[in-house]
């Protein structure tokens, strides 16, 4: 399996922007498909974003679409989210995830490695 260290989360005003970073090591990083999740309190883990092994190919949550960029770097084992205009429903810890499928995967029980995640909070 390979080890996942997300960073990068904060406390910001609505309309802010982050870039949450995942590093990775263990196995083969890009033999990996890459997924960002995030859980508010009290609800479900979702499904965020996801991007192909090579970074040729990325799929979004609708609620995200057009605010949320996800990419990665094969050479720096590390994923990342740039996050813009943020806003207050964004707020959840956000979970980088690996798992080996080739094709597009959103549920939480198709990914094999979790990190331990990172806290975004957002003001209004």
């Known amino acids: 399996q390979v080890q996942l260290v997300e960073s990068g989360g904060g406390l910001v005003q609505a309309g802010g922007s982050l870039r949450l970073s995942c590093a990775a090591s263990?196995?083969?990083?890009?033999?990996?498909?890459m997924g960002w999740f995030r859980q508010a309190r009290g609800k479900e883990r979702e499904f965020v974003a996801v991007i192909s092994r090579n970074g040729g190919n990325t799929y979004y949550a609708d609620s995200v679409k057009g605010r949320f960029t996800i990419s990665r770097d094969n050479a720096k084992n590390t994923v990342y989210l740039q996050i813009d205009n943020l806003k207050p429903e964004d707020t959840a810890v956000y979970y980088c995830?690996?798992?080996?499928?080739?094709?597009?995967?959103?549920?939480?029980?198709?990914?094999?490695?979790w990190g331990q995640g990172t806290q975004v909070t957002v003001s209004s």
């Open positions: 995830a690996a798992t080996f499928s080739l094709v597009v995967r959103t549920s939480p029980a198709q990914y094999d490695s």
């Open positions: 263990g196995r083969t990083f890009s033999s990996y498909a």
